[in-house]
């Protein structure tokens, strides 16, 4: 019983400690963010790593879910007689809630992953001490350019995610089935708000990118530098990152959409 | 004499709560190339770190130029580690950049020069090592001696005052041995640089060296010029001259009664 106590104890301790680490960590970053800017040929490398590379990934899942929203969607709205709102049902939950958090998750095991490994493999190699002996700070030179790299990707991923989502349940619901065309894009440029859905949905995915990124670099950077201290990092990162877009998800949404 | 480049006064240091380095005090004189000796694991490595300024000692001082590098502040101390440069023991190149990358990068971060004069430099710096042929491999491609020249064209791109090589000549051939312990002597006069080697190879060392100092169990244990050592009649550094098992030099890392370990008891 005592023994169950002081493990729940020394969990919510380290919790606390990480928690602590990684706000002194997001503060370096940004402190040492100019580099990124200013050699922005950095950054661009990143972006590219990142995002590019996370495109097909995302592009195709995107359609995927687009495609079984316009049939679920169809199935249910046509018992209410109301197929031609379809449009807007596979809009709304797309730019409010699927874009952002699923292309979120994808992107933390596609991309997230990948830096958190690359990153823990040059502390393992020394490459990182290297660097600092060199003068060179390693947060300015690698982990700054990473994160930022991350957190412009997402927000783009996350509306090319939306967009490929559409087309699939316009694929499903207007060519497949049959539902009237000119209603179901009707419909949905009449029932999303600017700033009330796509400006939200947006936010959303800018805090995902934040918060993903930001996990990445730090799992990396902290890791334990041998080959089983990087495959936990990777772990970490995957597993932390899902948690916190769930998590903010929620907090956000019953901030942002509370009718 | 002029004061020394680095001193270190009576340096404690520990990981944690494993002393590695109890009572060390040495000085590495302007100009000069200086060994440091010791066992595997006697903390050769640490010591490089505490004067790079990458751990802190305990308790007494490492100087550099006169500065305490543990009290320097960030700023200062990255420009110190402008001026100095570092062998890592095991290379560490960045495994993203191709050897010329490599070796350019620290020009590319700390100078202003035209991208012709930093493709001179760096050949040339290869060109130092042998290695001028392989500038576009990638680390990956190459093999540990190689990467360890690499390393070292990397380190001493800068031109620093100060060089530190962390095992120069581990996994080197005899001919590169030869040639890289002359160009590590070549460079520390041409640029009136002072070098320090860490090193196991005591028969390369006595060649090119200044000055050596033994360490063991977190003390320096003797010291003295190459031609000291040769006639020395020190155990410990008779031991290690002449590669013996048994002496004042521990072989085995510290641990319990090895019967007691074999036969069922905790080790
Ligand atoms: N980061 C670390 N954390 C804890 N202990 C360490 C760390 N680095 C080294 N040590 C310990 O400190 C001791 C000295 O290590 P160091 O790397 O300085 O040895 P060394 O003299 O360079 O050995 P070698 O000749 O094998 O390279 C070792 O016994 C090692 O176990
Ligand atoms: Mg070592």
């Known amino acids: ?259 | 004499m002029s004061e020394p480049l680095v001193r270190l006064e009576n340096v404690r240091f520990a990981y944690g709560e494993r002393a590695i380095l109890r009572d060390i005090s040495l000085s590495i004189p302007r100009g000069k190339v200086v060994a440091i000796m010791g066992g595997s694991g006697c903390g050769k490595t640490t010591l490089l770190r505490l004067i790079g300024g990458q751990e802190k000692a305990r308790s007494g001082r490492v100087l550099v130029d006169g500065q305490d590098v543990a009290r320097l502040g960030r700023d200062d101390l990255y420009a110190m580690r402008r001026r100095m440069g570092m062998l890592f023991q095991f290379g560490a190149l960045f495994t993203d950049m191709s050897v010329f990358d490599n070796v350019a990068f620290p020009l590319r971060e700390h100078t202003e020069l035209s991208p012709e004069l930093i493709n001179d430099l760096v050949l040339m710096k290869l060109h130092a090592v042998g290695l001028r042929g392989a500038a576009k491999l990638m680390p990956a491609e190459l093999s540990g001696g190689m990467a360890r020249r690499v390393a070292l064209a990397r380190t001493i791109a800068l031109d620093p005052m100060l060089l530190m090589y962390d095992e120069p000549f581990t996994g080197l051939d005899p001919i590169s041995l030869g040639v890289i312990g002359q160009l590590i002597r070549r460079l520390n006069d041409a640029l009136g640089a002072s070098s320090v080697i860490v090193t196991h190879d005591i028969q390369e060392s006595l060649q090119i060296v200044d000055y050596i100092y033994f360490i063991s169990e977190g003390r320096v244990v003797a010291e003295g010029t190459p031609d000291d050592i040769r006639n020395t009649s020190d155990p410990f550094v008779h031991q290690f001259v002449h590669a013996e098992a048994d002496g004042p030099v521990p072989f085995h890392y510290p641990a319990g009664d090895y019967a007691t370990a074999l036969t069922g008891g905790a080790a």
Not at chain 1, 21 to 31: G, Q
Not at chain 1, 153 to 182: C, E, R, Y
């Open chain 1, 1 to 259: 019983m005592l023994g169950v106590l002081r493990k729940l104890g020394a969990l919510a301790i380290n919790g606390v400690w990480r928690l602590g680490f990684i706000t002194r960590f997001f503060w370096m970053v940004l402190l040492y963010s100019g580099q990124s800017f200013t050699r922005l040929h950095l950054t661009i490398r990143e972006l590219y790593f990142s995002g590019v590379m996370s495109l097909l990934i995302i592009l195709v899942s995107g359609l995927f879910v687009g495609l079984v929203l316009g049939l679920q969607g169809y199935e249910t709205l046509q018992r209410y007689g109301a197929s031609d709102s379809l449009g807007t049902l596979v809009a709304l939950s797309l730019v409010r809630e699927l874009g952002p958090v699923v292309a979120g998750l994808l992107f933390a095991s596609r991309a997230g992953s990948a830096v958190t490994a690359e990153i823990g493999l040059m502390k393992v190699t020394e490459q990182l001490k290297a660097m600092d002996m060199m003068a060179v700070s390693p947060i300015a030179r690698v982990v700054a350019p990473r994160f930022w790299g991350g957190v412009i990707s997402m927000p783009l991923l996350a509306a090319l995610f939306s967009a490929m989502g559409v087309f699939g349940g316009w694929l499903i619901g207007v060519v497949a089935i049959g539902v009237d065309d000119g209603a179901f894009w009707a419909q949905m440029q009449a029932a999303v708000d600017f700033r009330y859905d796509v400006i939200n949905g947006v936010i959303k995915s800018c805090v995902f990118g934040v918060a993903v990124a930001l996990i990445a670099v730090f799992e990396g950077y902290d890791c334990v530098p041998t080959a089983e201290g990087v495959s936990r990092a990777i772990t970490r990162t995957v597993v932390s990152s899902a948690l916190a877009i769930l998590a903010l998800d929620f907090v956000m949404t019953s901030f942002m959409f509370r009718g």
